[in-house]
């Protein structure tokens, strides 16, 4: 078997694609892809499931149900699921394909399409190809968590790698899990007219979240689906029209059936998919390849971003660890350390949540003094034009410091309202400053956060 020897090969065309820049012109590079270029987040992610959810917005906005409160009547009346589809994909997979012609038309990179794995340090082999490399770098991300429920195996499911490109809306979607995943899914299809069932071992949806937020959305949610919460599936089995599953919870057992089944029990780290061990690369017990704070593993000249290393499963953090292990590939003797401030992130169900840093609880364990205050989105003027009674702004303040230890938004637009408070906490404002330091615009959503923030003030004393 003959050997390529390349001055970095990258594993994963995600966040790993974007480490190649003009510096690099001179490197012979491989790129080795296994499934689709672009990754996750532009195939099966954070782009597609958001154009989604845009459309699952407008028909909920549409079926308002309280719309006559504001002098207007309106209705949904239905959905063209494949017209749905078409225009996701008729704009996506375009751009996939020319991602994948341009690194193809590069005269200093290779391009392997096929399943990598290491063989030996700093050794990959693809479909009977060896590479070596002076760099690696590991950006092969994440895949859903298939729990072990008996009778899984026997059925046909859905994860999120999938449903998105499904031929035809369910009518009656059965959800296995209750975060984030689950979220936003459960509210694009019950948005645009399906029946949605979501069974969770858990007491409350999203559990991740602080207590608070928790709490509410798991409220809220009970008005627009199904929730069998606490529970145990003991079996899932086909049915006549689809999928059926047996479940026990404190009322005892049940039986559930429905068409479709998505299963979205959170996601695993692929590192234990790539033979790491035979590289000398310690990879944890989910699979994660483990990293130090300035993305190397424990194998000379190897590094690893993205989901693929347990510290986030978010798009935004794994593009700032390219930029970092980008530099530090090209610089040696100058490194930079992984970002390590809150990482901000968003659920775009509904309602939304914008949150980042400590909740109450983590905050609590601290062991030291903290304020914390909630304040409504209805004791703002823009609050009263929504007639919000469901959303709020909870942030968590050091009153020693008087800065924000965490900031936790649910309701309309709260992926940006948490915006202002993510860039305080990364720029080390004060409270006093980020609420009195700017001018805010009168009446936009936005004076939710600094009413917010002046409520803290005045609980910091």
């Not at 704070?293 to 953090?317: C, E, I």
């Amino acid at each position: 078997m003959t050997t390529e020897n390349y001055d970095l090969v990258i594993m994963g065309t995600g966040s790993g694609n974007s480490v190649i820049n003009s510096e690099m012109d001179g490197w012979r590079i491989a790129i080795v892809e296994r499934w689709t270029f672009g990754g996750t987040c532009l195939n099966r992610g954070c782009v597609p499931s958001k154009m989604l959810v845009y459309a699952a917005d407008v028909a909920e906005s549409a079926a308002h149900d309280n719309a006559p409160q504001y002098g207007v009547t309106t209705r949904f009346e239905s959905a063209d699921w494949p017209a749905i589809v078409e225009r996701v994909f008729g704009r996506i997979d375009p751009i996939v394909e020319s991602g994948r012609e341009y690194r193809y038309a590069l005269p200093n990179v290779t391009v392997y399409e096929g399943d990598g794995r290491f063989v030996a340090e700093r050794t990959i082999e693809v479909d009977g190809r060896r590479l070596t490399g002076d760099r690696i770098v590991i950006a092969t991300g994440a895949r859903s968590f298939i729990p072990a429920v008996a009778g899984i195996d026997a059925v046909p499911f859905h994860t999120s790698d999938t449903i998105l490109r499904i031929a035809q809306q369910p009518k009656h979607l059965l959800v296995l899990g209750g975060g984030f995943i689950a979220a936003e899914l459960s509210h694009v299809f019950r948005s645009l007219g399906s029946r949605v069932t979501i069974v969770h071992r858990g007491h409350h949806l999203l559990r991740a979240e602080d207590h608070e937020i928790s709490e509410r959305y798991t409220q809220l949610a009970a008005r627009r689906y199904e929730l069998v919460l606490g529970a145990r599936v003991s079996q899932v089995y086909m049915t006549a029209e689809g999928i059926g599953m047996h479940v026990e919870t404190a009322d005892g057992e049940r039986t559930l059936e429905g068409d479709t089944l998505l299963v979205a029990a959170g996601r695993l780290p692929n590192g234990d998919q790539i033979d790491a061990h035979l590289a000398g690369i310690d990879v944890g017990p989910i699979g994660a390849v483990l990293v130090d704070q300035y993305g190397r593993t424990s194998a000379p000249g190897v590094w690893a971003l993205g989901d693929v290393n347990g510290r986030h499963q978010l798009k935004h953090m794994a593009n700032g660890e390219a930029k970092t292990v980008q530099h530090n590939l090209l610089h040696p003797d100058d490194l930079r350390p992984l970002d390590v401030r809150p990482a901000p992130h968003a659920v775009f169900g509904s309602p939304q949540i914008g949150a980042v840093g400590l909740t109450e609880a983590q905050a609590t364990a601290l062991q030291r003094p903290v304020t914390v205050i909630s304040h409504p989105y209805g004791e703002a003027a823009y609050g009263w034009a929504l007639e919000d009674t469901s959303g709020f702004c909870k942030l968590i303040g050091d009153p020693a410091t008087r800065t924000l230890l965490g900031a936790h938004v649910i309701g309309y637009q709260a992926s940006l309202l948490v915006q202002p408070l993510v860039q305080g906490m990364h720029l080390g404002s004060t409270v006093d400053e980020l609420a009195l330091g700017q001018v805010w615009i009168h009446p936009a959503l936005s004076e939710v956060v600094e009413q917010a923030l002046l409520k803290l003030i005045e609980a910091f004393g």
